[in-house]
DNA sequence: GTTAGCACTCTAAGGACGAGAGTGCTAACG
DNA sequence: CGTTAGCACTCTCGTCCTTAGAGTGCTAAC
């Protein structure tokens, strides 16, 4: 256990740190922070401090930068969460205002929104439920055999698939065959399709098909999510070296951040901060992201849908400030979300 | 005009640059490729191309180094395309063998595949035609008054957005009303659909306001595109600074790329090569930009539907490869394309 | 016109050096 | 006994110097 001077110490070079990114030294936090111990007092503190593993030394005659454990210590004990300001808020909600561009651009958006008031990268995953329900499907001609599957899925999700057709028709085929198979399977999960066992002639067997494995794909691959401000957490000075810079841009690709963090599964019930490679499933993910620390969070509804958002970092993070963000933006997400779903 | 001793120096400068990345001295020109000239020789001739402007002198004692000219010279007149190896074209045509899933993705792939070919970023835009037609509507009930507006245009473009209804109406009634409209306007362009002048509903209004703001949109707007490989450039020596590195980033996010090179308008006929600050369209681009250089092409047939797409590299680049792999590349678009159009 | 020779220039890498910041230890203090 | 002043020690960082190496430009000879 930590005496009060200690966690103050630790508290003020965690604070200190993560603003100035250099390691702080005893005169500083003396100077600084007008504390009514002398320079000597908070050595042999820190000394202690470091014995315990809350803090390191980069070298000998260096100040002291916190560890993960002391990162850790501090969100969980010493933190005082800042609270989001009002104008900052606004912002936030002021950006959802006038979108109605569908799902896609909605979660874009949020992750751009996030990245933005976190000051560091940030990941959405689009909201889905357990199952996917298929809402409707509609079929366009593009070209003699070739039609165009396009796919509502439950949360207006849209999917798309090219059919090659064993004969041509025209779209008021088509539009025919799309209505049918509306009226049999529209509102059905995946599962309730196959039990049907309704005889389908060879075109609607294609179609249905092709509905098939998208659903199939959508509840069991990896959620469809977007990613954005990588910039900002280059911008920092542990990013200056062009090979971590490089590491970072390989992990963090727009098409497998997902794979790498399977946010649903990091996140537990409200916000989740993960610390280095504090998580076991984080730890294969290599070099470049234990020197990181991920802020999960969750929003929407579990019954109905939800989705997963996170912001991801510098260990070096300002976390008073990117947690209540994460919170904030959830609970904004998942009221959008009500007015979205059915 | 260049005598064939001073073309047969520039080229090799330009060569050896390319593949090294240090200047390159008189010396080292003599010896790996068996001038049969003294470096001295070599040397008064590579003083008279930096007097005609091809090279220049990072510093009075270093080995030369091609300027634009130089580059716009070696490109126009020197340069010899190698041809695609045959491993490479198959594996280039491979890749989209088994991809079905509409035109988004089908760009995303392009994009990806090219960077990958080049080894440099690459862009690839959405095929288009000059004026959009809408090709289907249809729309889904998602929550009382919430209605999905799903719009496919020619090319299979699918769009999506939200309305608002002003009276909550079933699935049926939205259903009637979106085959009333694609019996009316399937097929038409913006224009065509406003001379029509059909008096209509409420709620149909709305829902043909929507289709014409969007139909505006992607008329007027910027072309949808796709950005893939920049990681492949920052690996460059050029940009090993790390201010470089987010100065190119920030110019190249996907969400702008067509704004800083309106590719449909750098295009000529064929393939363009734009060699630093050499289009005045992209002199104002910035620093980044001057130091980096474009191949651009463009696929599909221009009064059907076409397309753009381009490398982007550093100005040390390997010209006698990427060019051809823009034109292959341009190749297999266009003809992939040409099974997607009507 | 070509080339050998040479003085000159500039970079890159390594070593020396002092300033500055910080530590750890010891001994004195309240 | 906890706290603190003092001090020697260590390590970084920037600067300067030096040296090796690569390359140039010029001149004079071939």
């Given at each position: 256990m930590l005496t009060d001077r200690q966690s103050r110490i630790l508290e003020l070079v965690v604070h200190e740190y993560v603003e100035a990114a250099s390691p702080v030294g005893s005169q500083l936090l003396c100077r600084k922070y007008r504390?009514?111990?002398?320079p000597a007092t908070i050595r042999n503190e820190m000394a202690d401090l470091e014995d315990m593993g809350y803090l390191t030394h980069p070298h000998t005659s260096s100040g002291r930068v916190p560890t993960e454990q002391g990162y850790r210590y501090y969100v969980e004990t010493l933190m005082r969460e800042e609270q989001l300001p009002w104008e900052e808020q606004q912002t936030i909600r002021h950006q959802f205002?006038?979108?109605?561009?569908g799902q896609e651009a909605w979660v874009h958006l949020a992750a751009s929104v996030l990245a933005q008031a976190a000051g560091n990268a940030a990941v959405v995953t689009a909201p889905r439920t357990d199952v996917c329900r298929m809402k409707h499907l509609e079929l366009v001609n593009l070209h003699e055999r070739t039609a165009l599957l396009v796919l509502v899925l439950d949360q207006g999700r849209v999917e798309q698939q090219l059919l090659l057709m064993d004969e041509s028709s025209g779209q008021d085929d088509l539009s025919q065959m799309a209505g049918k198979l509306n009226r049999l399977f529209?509102?059905?999960?995946l599962a309730e399709i196959a039990a049907k066992d309704v005889p389908l002639g060879d075109g609607e067997r294609v179609v249905m098909d092709a509905v098939a494995s998208i659903m199939r794909a959508v509840d069991e691959g990896f959620d469809e999510a977007s990613l954005d401000g990588i910039r900002e957490v280059l911008r920092q000075p542990e990013f200056a070296a062009s090979d971590r810079a490089l590491g970072l841009l390989e992990l963090l690709d727009e098409r497998n951040v997902v794979r790498v963090l399977p946010l649903r599964s990091l996140a537990r019930d409200g916000v989740t901060v993960i610390i280095g490679a504090d998580n076991p499933r984080l730890?294969?993910?290599?070099e470049t992201i234990r020197a990181c620390s991920v802020i999960v969070g969750t929003y929407g509804s579990p019954g109905v849908a939800s989705g997963a958002l996170a912001v991801l970092g510098p260990?070096?993070?300002?976390y008073s400030r990117a947690i209540p963000t994460v919170r904030y933006m959830a609970d904004v997400l998942s009221e959008l979300l009500s007015g979205y779903s059915e």
């Open positions: 504390f009514n111990s002398s205002h006038q979108v109605e561009r529209a509102g059905c999960a730890a294969e993910a290599g260990m070096r993070m300002r």
